[in-house]
């Protein structure tokens, strides 16, 4: 009896278990199917990424407020291997041959093994790859597969402007930290523009390639799709976008202003005003979109709330196409028109049109100084101006070309300085107008010190010579 106990209940949980088994299975079988059915009959609704409110986020933290680009690209490499390295996007991400299977595979310049720049065969082996090749659902699968590119453009620009800045930096006789010291210190000015250009050239392919993202419209392949595909009168069937308008636009308007800037390198300003005119044109049209958001926002409120984020990216994008594009746009304007101007006019031009920044870097501000540095160098050399000045009843030669220069910038500083005064009398506006005349009457003590301190070299000189009738 206890023999046929023993075996029954071995029997029965044989049995039991496999039961359980099946009806696990058949419950997973069926979860799966239920998956596949709201997959299939909700999709996806397009992601909305907001670019430039990240970019003015990370630009004030990392940096780029005080034009330390050397910084802010060390920190796009962390975040770069950061946004890598996430489990769900990194097969997809990671240029480890390991993962030559993926869809991001480059097929262009597949090897002998089917992988793309598959010249060695170790797990870790660089592998090329293409984020084209990938659908329109996995884009939209990650906010990673947007975030890569915007990065890759943001720390390519970030080394062309350390580059730039190292150069000016060399030039002015200060000391190189952007670079390193070592290594590029020693270059001639054609080469770092050379290597700013090139690593530009990087930042708007990335660029482009985040815009092309944004508007792919490839749809995931199967092998009943393939096999529609190849028959005849077959209709392409187009996928929906990983993300919404909004976002497309934002990219195509970070696009179109880096792709400007390689353009205003290149001197290529035909290029640069074709593509800064877009990018104002993109961020005039999401500035009024936004705006009109909040406004029916506002009114379907009861207590009238506004929200914020809507109005700090309205206020964004508008200082961003007045500040920041526009002066670099009259910039290029200028350079067209520059054939055919006398220096007085390419001054009073630039003046009209100068940046509400005084960056160092501005090229306005730049061309600005440069030619007005220029024309009191012809100025003073001729010697028809400040030759000589009354002071006290008494007529003083001035002989030295420095000092000629020094007296004639005070001349045109003291004259912008009553200009902004009367501005300022005529003007609704006085707190703008104030700043304006505080920082031209700085200028103007400014001058007056440079004049101070070159006239006391002077007398330095003198002061060793040997008493006489011509001292």
């Given at each position: 009896?206890?023999?046929?106990?023993?075996?029954?209940?071995?029997?029965?949980g044989?049995?039991?278990?496999?039961?359980?088994t099946?009806?696990?299975?058949?419950?997973m079988t069926?979860?799966s199917?239920?998956s596949?059915a709201?997959?299939?009959?909700?999709?996806?609704?397009?992601?909305?990424?907001?670019?430039?409110?990240?970019l003015?986020s990370v630009?004030?933290s990392?940096?780029v407020?005080?034009?330390d680009?050397a910084?802010?690209?060390?920190?796009?490499t962390?975040?770069?291997?950061r946004l890598?390295h996430g489990?769900a996007?990194k097969?997809?991400?990671?240029?480890?041959?390991?993962y030559?299977s993926a869809l991001?595979?480059?097929i262009e310049?597949a090897?002998?093994?089917?992988?793309?720049?598959?010249g060695s065969?170790?797990?870790?082996?660089?592998r090329?790859?293409d984020?084209t090749?990938?659908p329109?659902?996995v884009l939209?699968s990650?906010?990673n597969?947007f975030?890569e590119p915007?990065?890759?453009a943001?720390?390519?620009w970030?080394?062309?402007m350390?580059?730039?800045a190292e150069g000016?930096n060399?030039?002015?006789?200060?000391?190189?930290g952007?670079?390193?010291g070592?290594?590029?210190?020693?270059?001639?000015?054609?080469k770092?523009?050379?290597?700013?250009?090139k690593?530009l050239r990087?930042a708007a392919k990335f660029?482009?390639l985040l815009e092309?993202?944004?508007k792919?419209?490839?749809?995931a392949s199967?092998?009943?799709e393939?096999?529609e595909?190849s028959?005849?009168g077959?209709e392409?069937e187009?996928?929906?976008p990983p993300?919404d308008g909004?976002?497309q636009?934002?990219?195509?308007a970070?696009?179109?202003?880096?792709?400007?800037?390689l353009a205003?390198?290149q001197n290529?300003?035909q290029?640069?005003?074709?593509?800064?005119?877009?990018?104002?044109a993109?961020?005039?049209?999401?500035?009024?979109?936004?705006?009109g958001s909040?406004?029916s926002?506002r009114?379907?409120?009861?207590?009238g709330?506004?929200?914020?984020?809507?109005l700090?990216?309205?206020d964004?994008?508008?200082?961003?196409?007045?500040n920041?594009?526009?002066?670099?746009?009259?910039?290029?304007?200028?350079e067209l028109q520059?054939?055919?101007?006398s220096?007085?006019e390419?001054?009073?031009f630039?003046?009209?049109s100068s940046?509400?920044?005084?960056?160092?870097?501005?090229?306005?501000?730049?061309?600005?100084?440069?030619?007005k540095?220029q024309?009191l160098?012809s100025q003073?050399?001729?010697?028809?101006?400040?030759?000589?000045?009354?002071?006290?009843e008494?007529?003083?030669?001035v002989?030295?070309?420095?000092?000629?220069?020094a007296?004639?910038?005070i001349?045109d500083?003291?004259s912008?300085?009553?200009?902004g005064n009367?501005d300022?009398?005529?003007?609704?506006?006085?707190?703008n107008a104030?700043?304006?005349?505080?920082?031209?009457?700085?200028a103007?003590?400014?001058?007056y010190?440079?004049a101070?301190s070159?006239?006391?070299?002077?007398l330095?000189q003198?002061?060793?010579?040997k008493s006489?009738?011509?001292v």
């Open positions: 009896i206890i023999k046929r106990q023993k075996k029954c209940g071995t029997t029965v044989f049995y039991s278990r496999g039961v359980a099946a009806t696990g299975n058949h419950a069926m979860a199917a239920s596949t709201n997959k299939t009959t909700h999709p996806q609704s397009p992601m909305r990424i907001y670019l430039h409110s990240e003015s630009h004030a990392h940096g407020a005080h034009e680009y910084q802010y690209a060390a920190y796009c962390r975040r770069l291997s890598r489990k996007v097969k997809e991400l990671l240029h480890c041959r390991m030559k991001s595979t480059k310049e090897g002998k093994d089917g992988v793309a720049g598959a065969k170790a797990r870790h082996a660089y090329a790859i984020m090749n990938l329109s659902e939209a990650h906010v597969f975030w915007l990065y890759c943001e720390r390519c970030a080394a062309s350390a580059v730039k000016n060399i030039g002015s006789g200060g000391g190189g952007a670079l390193g070592d290594p590029k210190k020693d270059w001639s000015p054609g770092i523009r050379a290597h700013s250009i690593r990087k660029a482009t092309t993202l944004a792919s419209t490839k749809k199967s092998a009943d393939e096999l595909d028959c005849e077959a392409e187009m996928a929906q993300v909004h976002t636009m934002e990219a195509r970070y696009a179109s202003w880096m792709r400007g800037n205003l390198e290529q300003w290029t640069a005003c074709n593509e800064y005119q877009t990018a104002i993109l961020c005039e049209s999401l500035a009024s979109d936004i705006n909040n406004t926002e009114g379907m409120a009861d207590g709330n506004v929200n914020l984020q809507q700090e990216l309205f964004f994008f508008t200082t961003r196409a007045q920041v594009i526009a002066p670099l746009l009259r910039y290029c304007h200028y520059e054939k055919g101007m220096p007085t390419k001054i009073s630039l003046q009209s940046s509400v920044s005084d960056k160092p870097h501005d090229p306005l501000q730049t061309k600005l100084h440069s030619l540095e024309s160098q003073a050399t001729s010697g028809s101006s400040m030759s000589q000045i009354t002071f006290r008494n007529t003083i030669a002989e030295t070309k420095e000092l000629r220069m007296l004639l910038k001349q500083l003291k912008d300085w009553e200009g009367n300022k009398s005529g003007s609704t506006n006085n707190n104030s700043g304006g005349s505080d920082a031209n009457f700085m103007l003590l400014s001058g010190d440079d101070i070159l006239t006391n070299q002077e330095k003198l002061a060793t010579l006489g009738p011509a």
